[in-house]
């Protein structure tokens, strides 16, 4: 529910126009004073003490009203979240905006030899990006309107001159106005002078610091990009290599700052990937424990040509629309990381990078150039249509846990060559049991009968969770394990800040953790689902939970807690209240029967009958399968072949071995 409150001048009559403004700054504010419309009611989500301070000082100063939303607790008129709806928008229309900027061919010739096909779906991503917000912040005052008294015609004020030029030619909604302004201090010169003091940092760094000088490689490399770890036990980036038969030095591991773990890589992690003949290369100084270690750097040359064609073209603003600057700025941002990696793959001799992580397409682009590989795996139970995600699943070839999971990416704009079903790759330490069993022990002893697993989300304002739904879920489980003593409940957040961040929990929680049969998983952030499900009776997830589903291929029952109400999600069809539950109060009820009585539940968190549909294999080898792939890639570029004829070799290999069934060369971009 949206509530109102601000400070209202009764005196002003209100207009029929209704402002709507995301941040009340100075800048704002002015742009309503010197437009005549301090009269008018004013909407707005947040508000800066110097805005504070000069509103007060205003003669004239109206209504000023704030907006409080939860997205998750909001839904469109077909139902689903307006989280999802802003996102479609602004997929839309960055599919849409990018068609119409392609007609620029000057702009997109200067970036050759890059992929064309990837340089237009950098450009629908940054511009999806950059108009989400504003997507967002439409959809909350679509919702607000249809949801209260307000009449007459409503006005977006957005301080971003340049997106509301880009975004006015192909806005069509009669009911809604935009307006840009800019602020104060946002200056043309202010930009200039940043631009110049980056470059001076660069050349500085390059004479000053240690800079690692790889030695010359005659083989082909394998480049994995370092983002979840080494530890068996856990999610690895190089759970792969046992038993691929592949030369260790033939590896080189990429540390850089775009990984899951915040902190710094440890010295003992490199200390033992050089024991075990591993090379690896810092990209980022902060982004390893000992910065005395020398760094590998980029020069910025491999793409200097290229570059120069869009500087110049930049350099000429008074001629050009203030959509073409953007595009021409998109660009040139997106040369120079591509320029990055040209130099990376090639100082290394890379043919194939593996990256465990999302958004590659930079990655991808330069082995264009330097002629290999991009490799990706999936990461998650897909819970929407993905036709409007622009390049998170971008690669040549994608290993998948399943086949079923190759019809999404059919839908999909990643520009996927491939896909390779080869199960989860983490599946043999999904089946994994934890070292010890102290927490089973430490419930047991408390007089617990029945474990339950719960994986709460992500949540927040602008999400498809909301703070008031993760309360609800925790609260009904907490409370059933209050009530009843041989009930025992294993938490296991998505990241601790998740769990803490829910003020409203905390007595409830402190009272279940003092009868001994509530358990935090330690460390959570890092360990798998299964390390809490192996001691559980069941395991709930919220949403369509990729947690749950790495829960049941390890072994365990699970059931989806959908509070986002994704009903034509297939799971729906598979099994309606036994395997997900649109309702958390009535997934409590049929847990509660289930305990006393299995037999009165049938079915309820069994997939035996859809196991294949979540992993074609579940036989704990998907990390062989993948080894296996990637070696034949090497050695067809060990016999000098193509990127193209390497992917075929390797293709025709896993084929042979485990159907042609589990090759599945993907469609074009809708």
Request: net charge positive.
């Given at each position: 529910?949206?509530?109102?409150?601000?400070?209202?001048?009764?005196?002003?009559?209100?207009?029929?126009?209704?402002?709507?403004?995301?941040?009340?700054?100075?800048?704002?504010?002015?742009?309503?004073?010197?437009?005549?419309?301090?009269?008018?009611?004013?909407?707005?989500?947040?508000?800066?003490?110097?805005?504070?301070?000069?509103?007060?000082?205003?003669?004239?100063?109206?209504?000023?009203?704030?907006?409080?939303?939860?997205?998750?607790?909001?839904?469109?008129?077909?139902?689903?979240?307006?989280?999802?709806?802003?996102?479609?928008?602004?997929?839309?229309?960055?599919?849409?905006?990018?068609?119409?900027?392609?007609?620029?061919?000057?702009?997109?010739?200067?970036?050759?030899?890059?992929?064309?096909?990837?340089?237009?779906?950098?450009?629908?991503?940054?511009?999806?990006?950059?108009?989400?917000?504003?997507?967002?912040?439409?959809?909350?005052?679509?919702?607000?309107?249809?949801?209260?008294?307000?009449?007459?015609?409503?006005?977006?004020?957005?301080?971003?001159?340049?997106?509301?030029?880009?975004?006015?030619?192909?806005?069509?909604?009669?009911?809604?106005?935009?307006?840009?302004?800019?602020?104060?201090?946002?200056?043309?010169?202010?930009?200039?002078?940043?631009?110049?003091?980056?470059?001076?940092?660069?050349?500085?760094?390059?004479?000053?610091?240690?800079?690692?000088?790889?030695?010359?490689?005659?083989?082909?490399?394998?480049?994995?990009?370092?983002?979840?770890?080494?530890?068996?036990?856990?999610?690895?980036?190089?759970?792969?290599?046992?038993?691929?038969?592949?030369?260790?030095?033939?590896?080189?591991?990429?540390?850089?700052?775009?990984?899951?773990?915040?902190?710094?890589?440890?010295?003992?992690?490199?200390?033992?990937?050089?024991?075990?003949?591993?090379?690896?290369?810092?990209?980022?100084?902060?982004?390893?424990?000992?910065?005395?270690?020398?760094?590998?750097?980029?020069?910025?040359?491999?793409?200097?040509?290229?570059?120069?064609?869009?500087?110049?073209?930049?350099?000429?603003?008074?001629?050009?629309?203030?959509?073409?600057?953007?595009?021409?700025?998109?660009?040139?941002?997106?040369?120079?990381?591509?320029?990055?990696?040209?130099?990376?793959?090639?100082?290394?001799?890379?043919?194939?990078?593996?990256?465990?992580?999302?958004?590659?397409?930079?990655?991808?682009?330069?082995?264009?150039?330097?002629?290999?590989?991009?490799?990706?795996?999936?990461?998650?139970?897909?819970?929407?249509?993905?036709?409007?995600?622009?390049?998170?699943?971008?690669?040549?070839?994608?290993?998948?846990?399943?086949?079923?999971?190759?019809?999404?990416?059919?839908?999909?704009?990643?520009?996927?060559?491939?896909?390779?079903?080869?199960?989860?790759?983490?599946?043999?330490?999904?089946?994994?049991?934890?070292?010890?069993?102290?927490?089973?022990?430490?419930?047991?002893?408390?007089?617990?009968?029945?474990?339950?697993?719960?994986?709460?989300?992500?949540?927040?304002?602008?999400?498809?969770?909301?703070?008031?739904?993760?309360?609800?879920?925790?609260?009904?489980?907490?409370?059933?394990?209050?009530?009843?003593?041989?009930?025992?409940?294993?938490?296991?957040?998505?990241?601790?800040?998740?769990?803490?961040?829910?003020?409203?929990?905390?007595?409830?929680?402190?009272?279940?953790?003092?009868?001994?049969?509530?358990?935090?998983?330690?460390?959570?952030?890092?360990?798998?689902?299964?390390?809490?499900?192996?001691?559980?009776?069941?395991?709930?997830?919220?949403?369509?939970?990729?947690?749950?589903?790495?829960?049941?291929?390890?072994?365990?029952?699970?059931?989806?807690?959908d509070l986002s109400k994704i009903h034509g999600h297939l799971f729906y069809k598979w099994g309606k209240d036994k395997i997900i539950f649109d309702d958390v109060e009535k997934l409590v009820a049929a847990l509660k029967r289930y305990k006393d009585d299995k037999?009165?539940?049938?079915?309820?968190?069994?997939?035996?009958?859809?196991?294949?549909?979540?992993?074609?294999?579940?036989?704990?080898?998907?990390?062989?399968?993948?080894?296996?792939?990637i070696s034949w890639l090497l050695q067809s570029f060990e016999h000098g072949k193509t990127p193209n004829e390497a992917i075929e070799y390797a293709n025709s290999r896993f084929a042979s071995r485990y159907g042609k069934k589990n090759i599945i060369q993907m469609?074009?971009?809708?």
């Amino acid at each position: 529910m949206i509530i109102f409150f601000g400070l209202t001048n009764n005196k002003q009559s209100v207009q029929i126009t209704n402002y709507w403004i995301d941040r009340l700054t100075v800048s704002s504010v002015w742009k309503l004073y010197i437009t005549g419309q301090l009269g008018s009611t004013v909407y707005y989500l947040q508000l800066s003490t110097a805005a504070r301070l000069f509103i007060a000082f205003l003669p004239k100063r109206g209504q000023w009203q704030q907006v409080h939303y939860e997205f998750g607790d909001q839904r469109d008129p077909s139902g689903r979240s307006w989280s999802w709806t802003a996102y479609q928008m602004a997929s839309e229309f960055s599919i849409e905006i990018c068609e119409h900027m392609l007609k620029d061919l000057d702009v997109f010739k200067a970036l050759a030899p890059i992929n064309p096909e990837k340089v237009k779906l950098q450009v629908e991503m940054d511009l999806r990006s950059l108009f989400l917000p504003l997507m967002r912040f439409i959809c909350l005052v679509k919702w607000s309107v249809a949801h209260s008294a307000l009449t007459g015609p409503n006005l977006i004020l957005w301080p971003d001159n340049t997106m509301i030029d880009i975004l006015q030619n192909h806005w069509r909604d009669q009911t809604i106005r935009l307006m840009g302004y800019s602020h104060f201090f946002k200056d043309e010169i202010l930009y200039k002078i940043k631009e110049k003091l980056k470059l001076l940092g660069r050349v500085f760094i390059r004479l000053l610091l240690p800079n690692q000088n790889p030695s010359k490689q005659t083989r082909p490399m394998i480049a994995v990009h370092y983002a979840e770890g080494f530890d068996p036990r856990r999610r690895s980036d190089l759970r792969w290599f046992d038993g691929s038969g592949i030369d260790p030095k033939q590896v080189v591991v990429c540390i850089d700052l775009n990984k899951n773990k915040k902190h710094p890589v440890s010295c003992s992690e490199l200390e033992s990937l050089h024991r075990q003949g591993f090379v690896w290369s810092c990209m980022d100084r902060r982004s390893i424990e000992n910065q005395r270690w020398k760094i590998w750097r980029p020069r910025y040359m491999a793409l200097h040509d290229q570059k120069q064609r869009l500087y110049k073209m930049r350099s000429h603003k008074e001629m050009q629309s203030k959509e073409r600057q953007w595009l021409i700025g998109a660009l040139c941002s997106f040369l120079e990381r591509v320029e990055l990696w040209v130099e990376f793959f090639s100082d290394y001799y890379v043919k194939i990078y593996y990256d465990t992580s999302e958004m590659k397409l930079c990655q991808s682009a330069a082995l264009d150039i330097t002629g290999g590989v991009c490799l990706g795996k999936q990461r998650s139970e897909h819970y929407w249509s993905t036709i409007y995600d622009h390049g998170s699943h971008h690669c040549d070839v994608l290993f998948a846990w399943n086949r079923r999971h190759s019809s999404w990416l059919c839908l999909d704009r990643s520009r996927i060559k491939t896909c390779i079903v080869t199960g989860h790759p983490d599946d043999i330490a999904l089946r994994h049991l934890p070292d010890d069993d102290l927490h089973l022990a430490n419930l047991r002893e408390n007089g617990v009968q029945f474990v339950v697993a719960l994986f709460d989300n992500v949540y927040g304002q602008i999400l498809h969770f909301s703070e008031k739904m993760m309360l609800s879920f925790y609260s009904s489980f907490l409370e059933w394990a209050i009530c009843d003593p041989t009930v025992g409940i294993i938490l296991k957040p998505k990241k601790p800040a998740f769990l803490s961040g829910l003020v409203g929990l905390k007595p409830i929680l402190e009272k279940t953790i003092n009868t001994g049969r509530c358990i935090i998983l330690s460390d959570s952030l890092r360990r798998l689902p299964s390390d809490a499900a192996h001691y559980a009776d069941i395991s709930i997830g919220v949403g369509i939970s990729s947690a749950v589903i790495e829960a049941v291929i390890g072994g365990a029952k699970g059931i989806h807690c959908d509070l986002s109400k994704i009903h034509g999600h297939l799971f729906y069809k598979w099994g309606k209240d036994k395997i997900i539950f649109d309702d958390v109060e009535k997934l409590v009820a049929a847990l509660k029967r289930y305990k006393d009585d299995k037999s009165s539940v049938p079915g309820l968190g069994d997939w035996s009958e859809y196991i294949v549909q979540l992993d074609s294999y579940s036989d704990g080898r998907a990390f062989n399968r993948i080894g296996l792939y990637i070696s034949w890639l090497l050695q067809s570029f060990e016999h000098g072949k193509t990127p193209n004829e390497a992917i075929e070799y390797a293709n025709s290999r896993f084929a042979s071995r485990y159907g042609k069934k589990n090759i599945i060369q993907m469609a074009p971009p809708c």
